[in-house]
């Protein structure tokens, strides 16, 4: 079974806009990673946070992670229609564990012209 | 350098076959996982393999197995497929150093049906 749950399920904005998607998890995490799914292929991913940290930037992506309230959420700022796809948070737990990614059900992001 | 590689990419077969999927690792990379997707139960983690050794275990039937080779290759066999089997199988492979930052690239995907 599924670890995280993420909000919305999803999300349909106009090109430009930014879009944020929010994920929550339920044990003590090593990491969080979040990866996007273009339509049923492989994931590619995106950034990695790590227990520690608060905050991270990768271009257009920031991600931010409260492990007090065991969530994070990805923020796409003025998205454009390459955007469109799945966007999934997976964490890795205990140092032992840490490449079981455990993974959150995923936010289908639409980005329309 | 080159991306994880899984072959084949899209496989039939009926209840009760069995099947075996492959997957070759980034360069370098020691570590390889296996995840099965499907719509109903999402991403789900099977195995993953490190130096030809399986060092975490989800939680699936003994029907999935899997093994790595001294190269990082790694294979996965399920045997009496269901129906229930069809899927989408994802493989990973990272540096398996389980450090906080030790990242996790995936391959293309083996899309699986059993009729």
């Known amino acids: 079974s599924q670890q995280g749950e993420e909000d919305p399920q999803a999300l349909s904005i106009q090109e430009g806009e930014n879009a944020t998607m929010n994920c929550s998890y339920k044990t003590s995490i090593n990491n969080l990673q979040w990866y996007r799914q273009n339509s049923g292929r492989g994931l590619v991913h995106l950034i990695l946070?790590?227990?520690?940290?608060r905050e991270k930037h990768s271009g257009r992506l920031r991600v931010t992670l409260d492990t007090s309230k065991k969530s994070s959420s990805l923020l796409i700022t003025a998205s454009r229609a390459a955007d469109t796809a799945s966007y999934f948070c997976a964490t890795g737990s205990s140092p032992g564990t840490a490449s079981k990614l455990t993974f959150g059900t995923g936010t289908r992001l639409q980005v329309t012209l | 350098k080159a991306g994880v590689t899984q072959t084949p990419r899209y496989l039939i077969k009926t209840r009760g076959q069995q099947v075996t999927l492959s997957c070759s690792p980034i360069s370098g990379h020691r570590s390889v996982s296996w995840y099965q997707q499907t719509p109903g139960q999402g991403l789900q983690f099977l195995f993953e393999y490190f130096s030809e050794t399986q060092r975490n275990k989800g939680n699936f039937p003994g029907r999935f197995s899997g093994r790595q080779f001294s190269n990082s290759r790694s294979e996965m066999n399920v045997s009496t497929l269901e129906l229930g089997d069809s899927a989408l199988y994802l493989c990973?492979?990272?540096?398996?150093?389980?450090?906080?930052?030790?990242?996790?690239?995936f391959g293309p995907g083996t899309r699986l049906t059993v009729l």
């Open positions: 946070i790590r227990s520690n940290e």
């Open positions: 990973a492979s990272s540096a398996g150093t389980l450090a906080s930052t030790d990242t996790q690239y």
